[in-house]
């Protein structure tokens, strides 16, 4: 669930703190590139942000080294660089407002938790998840010191944290932190509606990899139906419709899939956005579903490039969208192909993720078939046996991927015995 399309969303409070950082301020001409700069950030111009905002933290040093203003126009211009995939230059600005912040007693308080969940955000999108996960803590106890317990910063902060236990495979964790948020977020007239779609489809993610499909879909058809009351062509609506293909695909309902698939995709190319890679890794994984492997293979294949142009060469992202090239180079029988990308991709999530992640377990069994399909019993029989670990220990025994993959292993090995 460590997907690119996170990014594109987590920062979304940004809407809700320019009223506020810009009702304080006299009119000026930092505040004519501040607010230029704040609009084209939230209509996805992420270029035309970073050079008005970079006009504005230029404008800015004209005030007092610890002038809150300094700290508005660093936060901003940090979030238009994470967005291009700029991370060291997101970093730098995030630390250096922080330090503004912090100095400046309650005021800089009031909004000091938006920038450490921010930063914690691009820690997590970095994989550095330790450090997101300790400054998210921070986030959500500055927010609700300053804020109130079900204020939209300490609630998007709570979502957040919740977000990166559900990635790094602590189910039980994120589960009650994510019902919290829903809970409040229905309570909350004027925000909720802003938190609730997203805080749906994460809490409806962990339902889905418990294989409780029935439970997860009217979540995400209420997320689906939220989101569009932001914009029909909006990359929250996206999101949506993704989340909701994704569950449709796991069900092999590809028929009612595709359509959304497709609609998300255009939304995506149209907006610039990079979770296009995540709406390509599902359409070529449909792809592999139905036989088509070459279609297969060049929707992943763009999908590796979107993630790692955006992420990085070496991202997770990138191992989890391999495992399905690889399931398109064992369609097409390109064994060869097929054993150096899965390799790639087991390397990568090992080093990552828990040794009880979904992921993992699905990469293994991705593995196995490609073994068996070489001949090569050994090591067939040993990724079946790791990804059977893994559902064994954290599914229950209807779960239909645990299902598969013993109803796969069961197959081979009566065959491996012939």
């Known amino acids: 669930m460590a997907h690119a399309e996170s990014l594109s969303r987590r920062c979304v409070y940004t809407i809700f703190l320019t009223p506020l950082l810009l009702g304080a301020q006299e009119t000026t001409k930092w505040d004519q590139n501040f607010q230029e700069g704040a609009k084209a950030f939230r209509a996805g111009h992420y270029d035309q942000a970073v050079e008005s905002l970079s006009a504005a933290l230029q404008d800015a040093e ?20 994470q967005f291009q995939g700029k991370f060291d230059r997101a970093e730098a600005l995030y630390l250096q407002a922080k330090k503004i912040r912090e100095a400046n007693g309650d005021a800089g308080h009031r909004v000091l938790g938006f920038t450490l969940d921010a930063l914690a955000q691009l820690y997590f999108v970095q994989e550095r998840w330790k450090d997101a996960e300790e400054l998210e803590h921070q986030a959500i106890e500055q927010s609700r010191q300053s804020r109130g317990e079900t204020d939209p910063y300490t609630l998007t902060a709570n979502r957040h ?23 409040a977020a229905r309570q909350n007239a004027a925000a909720g509606p802003k938190i609730l779609p997203l805080a749906l489809r994460d809490q409806a993610f962990i339902i889905v990899a418990r294989g409780q499909y029935q439970e997860a879909e009217p979540l995400l058809k209420e997320a689906l139906d939220l989101s569009r009351k932001l914009g029909e062509e909006s990359s929250e609506t996206a999101d949506s419709l993704l ?17 959304l698939l497709k609609k998300a995709a255009a939304i995506y190319e149209k907006n610039n956005d990079p979770c296009l890679a995540h709406a390509l890794q599902e359409l070529g994984l449909i792809a592999v579903a139905e036989g088509k492997y070459a279609i297969a293979r060049q929707q992943i294949l763009r999908s590796i490039s979107i993630y790692q142009n ?5 991202h997770i992202n990138v191992a989890f969208a391999q495992v399905g090239l690889a399931e398109a180079y064992l369609g097409e029988r390109n064994y060869a192909e097929a054993q150096s990308v899965i390799e790639h991709a087991l390397a990568k999530e090992r080093t990552v993720l828990s040794d009880s992640h979904a992921e993992l377990a699905r990469a293994y069994l991705t593995a196995a078939r490609i073994s068996e399909a070489q001949r090569l019993g050994s090591q067939a029989a040993a990724h079946y046996q790791q990804a059977l670990n893994i559902y064994r220990r954290t599914t229950t025994t209807d779960n239909p991927a645990r299902v598969m993959a013993e109803e796969q292993y069961k197959r081979f090995s009566k065959a491996f015995r012939k």
Do not use: C, K, M
Request: hydrophobic residues 40%; without cysteine.
């Open 161 to 183: 944290l919740g977000e990166i236990y559900s990635t790094e495979g602590r189910l039980t964790e994120a589960e009650p932190i994510l019902q919290q948020v829903i809970d």
């Open 243 to 259: 989340a909701l293909a994704l569950l449709y695909r796991t069900e092999s309902e590809n028929d009612r899939s595709e359509p």
């Open 310 to 314: 955006f992420l990085g060469l070496d």
């Open 62 to 81: 004209a005030f007092p080294a610890l002038d809150l203003r300094r700290a508005d126009a660093a936060h901003f211009l940090a979030d238009s660089y």
